[in-house]
């Protein structure tokens, strides 16, 4: 089994209703919970967050598919770039038109934690292994 990588192992500090913070999570959990090597979805993270700065939903959501299968290639994410590219702006695209693009915003719609993570469930490309990478971290600021 290979080892799982952290939050904070990717420089992302998790905080109480810290907005940015458990945006990069999400992303960096939607990146690993795809059958790609952990390594290769935090590369991936790295270009799309911390090099080209498309850190919130909103900035994302600029992105054209076209922009974001670039920098998948960048960083090898090559297995699922079409469809990976389309979910990170459909994401993006849901969490700005129903959260306000924030993540805590999620939380306050949601009774309880299975609530909050059958939410998360409802966005395309987000299933079992996303939530589970995600609440792994983000559990301890969220609930």
């Known amino acids: 089994m290979a080892k799982s990588i952290t ?3 990717l420089g992302i500090e998790l905080k109480p209703d ?5 945006f990069k999570w999400f992303i960096a959990s ?3 919970g795809k059958r790609i090597q952990a390594p290769i979805a935090a590369q991936a993270y790295r270009v799309i967050i911390e090099e080209e700065g498309r850190d919130t939903a909103r900035k994302l959501q600029h992105c054209t598919s076209r922009e974001l299968v670039s920098m998948l290639g960048r960083a090898h994410y090559v297995r699922y770039d079409e469809t990976t590219a389309q979910r990170l702006l459909d994401l993006s695209a849901k969490l700005n038109a129903e959260y306000a693009g924030k993540i805590t915003q999620i939380k306050y719609a949601s009774e309880d934690r ?3 993570e059958q939410r998360l469930g409802e966005f395309d490309g987000v299933g079992p292994k996303t939530i ?8 301890k600021v969220l609930f």
């Open 18 to 22: 810290d907005d940015a913070s458990l």
């Open 114 to 116: 299975h609530a909050f």
């Open 132 to 139: 589970e990478i995600f609440m792994r971290d983000a559990a």
């Open 7 to 9: 939050a904070s192992e």
């Open 30 to 32: 939607f990146l690993m």
